[in-house]
């Protein structure tokens, strides 16, 4: 007797057997579809390689070179950078770096709530603001840039926002830890665009002067205005999220 459909290879695949099950929250807070989500969850290690292989990527686009061997080791923007402030010049690096440690630890069994919150805030502000630079500064970003490398930064950034909103099935978002992630993250526009401390701002290097008038704002003020955005919306998605999943165990643990 042939297998029902309930037990094909493509129904166990996005299925939620074995899985965190996923809470009926807004879907502007949950926007992908449930099997969409399952499918993620269920190769967390694919995901885990992936995001690592972009975070190597995103090293040597910053200038960290071993290869090709006829580059020095340390160039670009890594090079124009005081070594102190290297820790806030890959942004994107990190931010799949972090979702990467927190999809590994929940699959290890140790689900780390701080993790989680860095990669939420990473890849939704990194994933965000990266094709919003490359859109509103694209003609000078496409004289500088190989267009499938142009088309490739868009989309995959556009990824780590799919990704991230997956992270609500293993992780609460406890106020602890979207403090932590603000003070990184928001520190990090503090340095990147405010105050550098050394040297000058740290963001991420864009193909125009900083002073240069785009739309009738420099192009230093437009970058900074979608980083700080894209951060205080990263703040209430997390807290929001927190909030609704509260809400739903209280409304499930009330008397009959």
């Not at 449930?34 to 995001?51: D, K, M």
């Not at 193909?207 to 008038?213: H, I, K, L, R, Y």
Request: hydrophobic letters at 55%; glycine letters at 6%; one cysteine or more.
């Amino acid at each position: 007797m042939a297998p029902s459909d309930a037990s094909s290879p493509l129904s166990r695949l996005v299925s939620g057997a074995g899985l965190p099950d996923p809470e009926p929250l807004p879907r502007w807070l949950a926007p992908l579809p449930t099997w969409l989500e399952n499918v993620g969850l269920r190769f967390a290690w694919v995901v885990v390689a992936i995001n690592l292989l972009g975070t190597l990527f995103g090293f040597w686009y910053y200038g960290f070179h071993p290869l090709p061997l006829s580059d020095p080791l340390i160039t670009w923007q890594f090079a124009a950078e005081p070594v102190v402030m290297w820790p806030f010049v890959p942004d994107s690096p990190l931010a799949t770096l972090f979702i990467a440690l927190a999809f590994a630890s929940w699959k290890l069994g140790r689900t780390n709530e701080y993790l989680a919150a860095l990669a939420f805030f990473g890849c939704w502000k990194l994933g965000l603001w990266t094709p919003y630079v490359l859109a509103a500064f694209a003609e000078p970003f496409l004289r500088t840039t190989w267009l499938p490398l142009y088309v490739f930064l868009f989309v995959s950034h556009l990824a780590m926002v799919v990704e991230a909103f997956v992270l609500y099935r293993i992780a609460d978002f406890p106020v602890r830890a979207v403090a932590v992630a603000l003070a990184w993250y928001g520190f990090n526009d503090v340095v990147d665009y405010f105050v550098p401390i050394v040297g000058d701002p740290h963001h991420t290097s864009l193909p125009v002067a900083g002073a240069a008038v785009v739309g009738g704002s420099t192009a230093l003020q437009l970058a900074a205005a979608g980083a700080v955005v894209l951060t205080f919306l990263a703040t209430f998605t997390a807290l929001a999220t927190r909030v609704k999943k509260l809400e739903l165990r209280l409304a499930g643990s009330g008397p009959d």
